[in-house]
């Protein structure tokens, strides 16, 4: 059984999209690419596809992964081509590797996150930042299943800065002059997320966004403390299988994939 990872985007209007549409969709798009997948048993089988970590609804993602297994080994670059073009534009497969190291969901311990401020001047998000970071905790609250949850969000962010240029992956791009702010965030228990963040600068320094934040995941991996980057976590895989001797894999064909209309 051949196993290959993704890396995918959501972009654009299909930030707006849940898990489970994007779930709904991918599967629609295995069908139409023929693509020859492992199922579960049982008495209602499933596509054998782990999902790792998904983007929060309504943020965009330059990097989110997930594995599916096969029951027939394709070429990682040519299966990606077909699925990407059997999927709607904004959810992109940009990426696939065959995986060749255990645990990909391991390796996901960090977010690189960007945070777009529209009608935020960049002096304001500057002095909110640096309160933010000189406080030893940020108290928010979130409502969930089970009441109004109050938790502290300061450990969970390995950093927050206030930038000046918005990256080209950033979700919204605009001309117009606002305040971007790059959030380094490790994934804890509970999860700290981009919208927990704001709610903390509003807490300590009372910066509140006129309209919503447009926020893009710029990237996912393992969190190097000493340098405090996160790391690709396609690598390994990449890696592995530059050193392992050649295979005869069967490709599948570009050409079957649905012709545009």
């Given at each position: 059984?051949?196993r290959?990872r993704l890396?995918?985007t959501?972009?654009?209007?299909l930030?707006f999209?849940?898990?489970r549409?994007?779930?709904r969709?991918?599967?629609?798009?295995?069908?139409?690419?023929?693509?020859p997948?492992?199922y579960?048993?049982?008495?209602t089988?499933?596509?054998?596809?782990?999902?790792?970590?998904?983007?929060p609804?309504g943020t965009?993602?330059?990097?989110?992964y997930?594995?599916?297994?096969?029951?027939?080994?394709?070429d990682?670059?040519?299966?990606r081509?077909l699925?990407d073009e059997s999927l709607p534009?904004?959810?992109?497969?940009?990426?696939?590797v065959?995986?060749?190291?255990?645990g990909?969901?391991d390796?996901?311990?960090a977010?690189?996150?960007?945070l777009?401020?529209?009608?935020?001047?960049?002096?304001e998000?500057?002095?909110a930042?640096?309160?933010?970071?000189?406080?030893?905790?940020v108290?928010?609250?979130?409502?969930t299943?089970?009441?109004?949850?109050?938790?502290?969000?300061?450990?969970?962010v390995?950093?927050?800065?206030?930038?000046t240029?918005?990256?080209?992956?950033?979700?919204r791009p605009?001309?117009?002059p606002?305040?971007?702010l790059?959030?380094v965030?490790r994934?804890?228990?509970p999860?700290?997320r981009?919208d927990?963040?704001?709610?903390?600068?509003?807490?300590?320094a009372?910066?509140?966004?006129?309209?919503p934040?447009?926020v893009?995941?710029?990237?996912q991996?393992?969190?190097?403390?000493?340098t405090?980057?996160?790391?690709?976590?396609?690598?390994?895989?990449r890696?592995?299988?530059?050193?392992a001797?050649?295979?005869?894999?069967?490709?599948?064909?570009?050409?079957?994939?649905?012709?545009?209309a």
């Open positions: 059984m051949q290959i890396r995918y959501k972009r654009g209007r930030r999209t849940s898990h549409d994007f779930q969709a991918f599967e629609r798009a295995l069908r139409r690419a023929e693509v997948m492992a579960s048993a049982g008495f089988p499933h596509p054998k596809v782990s999902y790792a970590n998904a983007a609804t965009g993602s330059e990097a989110e997930l594995e599916i297994a096969l029951t027939e080994p394709r990682p670059e040519q299966l081509v699925l534009a904004g959810l992109d497969v940009v990426e696939a065959e995986a060749r190291t255990p990909l969901a390796r996901l311990t977010s690189v996150w960007e777009r401020l529209d009608g935020v001047d960049p002096a998000a500057e002095r930042v640096a309160a933010f970071n000189g406080a030893e905790t108290e928010v609250q979130r409502l299943k089970n009441g109004m949850r109050t938790f502290d969000a300061r450990p969970a390995a950093s927050l800065e206030s930038v240029t918005q990256s080209q992956q950033a979700d605009s001309d117009q606002c305040a971007i790059r959030l965030v994934h804890v228990t999860a700290v981009p927990d963040v704001l709610s903390g600068l509003r807490a300590v009372d910066l509140a966004p006129p309209v934040a447009a893009t995941r710029l990237a991996g393992l969190f190097d403390e000493e405090g980057t996160v790391t690709d976590p396609l690598a390994p895989d890696e592995a299988d530059t050193a001797p050649a295979t005869s894999v069967g490709a599948a064909d570009p050409a079957a994939a649905k012709a545009p």
